[in-house]
């Protein structure tokens, strides 16, 4: 803890020397001060109303951007661009969204198997679309003279270079192409400087930001860079001369959008450094480049294909002056100031950057107990004391009672075909539960337990804390819930349909009424399928299955419904097909009930191809040739449950003018 606040008031030093006044007086930035300019995907929407509604908004996949990342066979020389990784950006509610799809994992090199361990640990998976909101960019001010800042997290995750070749084994010299004539590492040429000032410059900033943007001053001339490794150990950026010290100032953390990306994070537990990842500087160290790591040292080495490093952009701006200062957020990191055993509690302490800290107990570890008894009996009752075997403490002690009551914990069952074990419970006179460990053994007279009927449990009293008598305990197996249910609907019926259930007699049919709350029986019967009828159109209906099975004059029901959630038909749209000039205008009255709208063109194979769909009541087809006859098909649909029940369809032919 000494060498954290050692370090931390390095950095605080360095933060309150350098200070830049502008002639506009009422400006003054600081090292360390916060402006927000531009904005990227970044925090990962988990409303899931929102996801809904983004998903109804987005394209068809063929219409989504690929990324283009590369994979190979995990050897040297094999990356490959591939289309496995793609996005999509909409506007929803004035706010724009990022979706995110991957058909395959990212991997860790671009030369890689498609096992990236990264995003699958960060909690993003394959074939999921995920949205992420496009917020402000926080840029930390580093050299407020010349309007220098670099962004305050880590915003993205990429390669230094896509395409590596080797002359040798992978950790051999590597090159951006495969004549071995430009270095991999070779910032100039790489495909990181290409990422920041064409993907990342087109994304985060309007054409008007763009102009705010200063060409560079160093030995490059681009609108976004990397840092070098000279930068970050610069006390006049805020930054520790020291590149081996765990330098908050350096330290970084990804974003939501960044760990979708499959940037690395660092894992370990009650340690500063915490969830931090390490991120990509511009300078050359031998075949590779150099990094900063999740400790903030400045001295870590990464391989050029490396999709794991963090990206932290850096720019200047034309007149600084003119940003507002960003509202402080405080980050704050973590450090154990005392550790807890079972005698007290511990101490965590937090520090922000700012110099804000604060501290939180860490709970006692708990006792390791060793339990003293003396057995109860039929007639008596016995005594225990629990002790903590390192510090003595007694954490109970008190009386065995003598038992009063066995029985099962559950005494029915509904059959599927498992075997079934039912838990015995024991109480002692004072309505205790006694635990079977130790103290009783729990025998089954039938060894195959699993068809409907009656079984029988024995309970057997060993040495334990208790003694008894042998006691028979029993419990039935009922017949099991109805199968999956299939409905096929039209526009004023449903068939519901379901498989026989192993040892049933019939069924009943229910219809759940959205008045009253409740299902309603529509119809008992033997067989296995029923026919709804009088319904209405495009509507909505639930229904419930439930099987029984007759034991005597007693009905035994399954202890559960199935219920499916459907739909009829929407009616069949009719509409106006109108040619134009070039082009046919589809148009058709709104169908009650239906979600959206297909529309189908029959091609010259005689099939017909979905154009697309629609949630309005008209559809234009352009491109077409004059004086050619077509034929089209509109359907309606409607999503319930996430199904798409569709309506019948006309055919309409047309010749275009």
């Known amino acids: 803890m000494k060498k954290i606040m ?171 192409d495969p004549e071995h004539t430009i270095p991999a590492n070779d910032y100039d040429t790489s495909s990181i400087r290409k990422w920041l000032n064409e993907d990342f410059l087109n994304v985060a900033f309007s054409e008007s930001e763009k102009r705010e943007i200063n060409t560079t001053i160093c030995e490059i001339s681009d609108k976004v860079f990397l840092l070098t490794y000279d930068d970050v150990l610069k006390s006049e950026y805020g930054f520790n001369t020291d590149r081996a010290a765990a330098d908050i100032a350096r330290m970084g953390k990804g974003s939501d959008y960044a760990k979708c990306q499959g940037i690395g994070i660092d894992d370990a537990y009650e340690i500063m450094y915490y969830g931090n990842s390490s991120w990509l500087l511009r300078t050359k160290d031998g075949y590779y480049c150099k990094a900063v790591d999740c400790e903030g040292k400045a001295w870590l080495k990464s391989m050029v294909c490396s999709t794991s490093c963090g990206i932290r952009p850096a720019l200047t701006l034309n007149n600084i002056a003119d940003f507002e200062k960003a509202q402080h957020i405080h980050s704050y990191y973590s450090g154990v100031a005392e550790k807890s055993d079972c005698a007290k509690e511990g101490v965590m302490k937090f520090i922000c950057l700012c110099g804000d800290t604060y501290t939180e107990p860490v709970a006692k570890l708990p006792h390791e107990y060793k339990t003293e008894i003396e057995e109860a009996t039929d007639t008596k009752d016995g005594w225990y004391k629990v002790v903590c075997k390192n510090c003595g403490y007694i954490e109970d002690e008190g009386i065995y009672y003598r038992i009063e009551t066995i029985k099962l914990k559950k005494s029915e069952y509904t059959y599927d075909g498992k075997q079934k074990t039912p838990e015995v419970v024991v109480t002692d006179r004072m309505g205790n539960v006694i635990d079977e460990k130790e103290n009783y053994a729990v025998n089954f007279k039938d060894a195959e337990r699993k068809l409907p009927g009656k079984y029988t449990v024995k309970v057997d009293f060993v040495d334990g804390n208790y003694f008894s008598d042998t006691k028979e305990l029993y419990f039935s197996i009922l017949p099991s819930k109805t199968s999956k249910i299939t409905a096929t609907p039209s526009t004023s019926s449903i068939k519901l349909s379901w498989k026989k259930v192993t040892g049933a007699d019939g069924n009943r049919v229910y219809q759940y009424n959205s008045k009253t709350g409740k299902y309603k029986t529509v119809k008992t019967l033997t067989g296995t399928s029923y026919t709804v009828k009088n319904l209405k159109a495009g509507t909505s209906y639930k229904f419930a299955v439930k099987a029984y099975t007759k034991d005597g004059d007693e009905t035994l029901w399954a202890a559960s419904s199935r219920t499916i959630t459907t739909a009829t038909k929407p009616v069949t749209p009719i509409v106006k097909a109108t040619a134009g000039s070039g082009k046919v205008t589809l148009s058709w009255s709104k169908v009650s009930g239906a979600t959206g709208y297909v529309i189908y063109m029959q091609n010259t194979s005689g099939d017909y191809e979905k154009l697309g769909s629609t949630k309005s009541t008209s559809y234009v087809k352009k491109s077409l040739k004059k004086g050619k006859t077509y034929k089209f098909r509109v359907k309606a649909y409607k999503k319930v449950d996430g199904k798409y029940i569709y309506s019948g369809y006309k055919t309409y032919s047309v010749k275009v003018k």
């Open 6 to 176: 050692a370090l931390f008031l390095v950095v605080v030093f360095s933060l309150l020397t350098a200070v830049t006044v502008y002639a506009n007086e009422s400006v003054t930035y600081e090292v360390g001060d916060v402006i927000e300019f531009g904005s990227y995907p970044q925090t990962e929407v988990k409303d899931e109303k929102l996801i809904d509604e983004l998903n109804a908004l987005a394209p068809e996949w063929d219409e989504w951007t690929s990324y283009g990342y590369y994979s190979g066979d995990n050897k040297t020389n094999s990356m490959v661009q591939g289309d496995w990784m793609r996005c999509t950006d909409v506007v929803h509610g004035d706010i724009k969204y990022r979706g995110v799809k991957f058909t395959q994992y990212r991997p860790a090199y671009t030369y890689g198997l498609p096992k990236n361990t990264n995003q699958k640990a960060n909690g993003y998976y394959i074939d999921t679309v995920y949205w992420f909101s496009f917020e402000p960019i926080r840029w930390k001010v580093i050299d407020p003279e010349i309007g220098l800042v670099m962004c305050e997290n880590l915003i993205d995750s990429q390669a230094f270079n896509d395409t590596v070749y080797y002359t040798g084994g992978v950790f051999s010299q590597s090159y951006k």
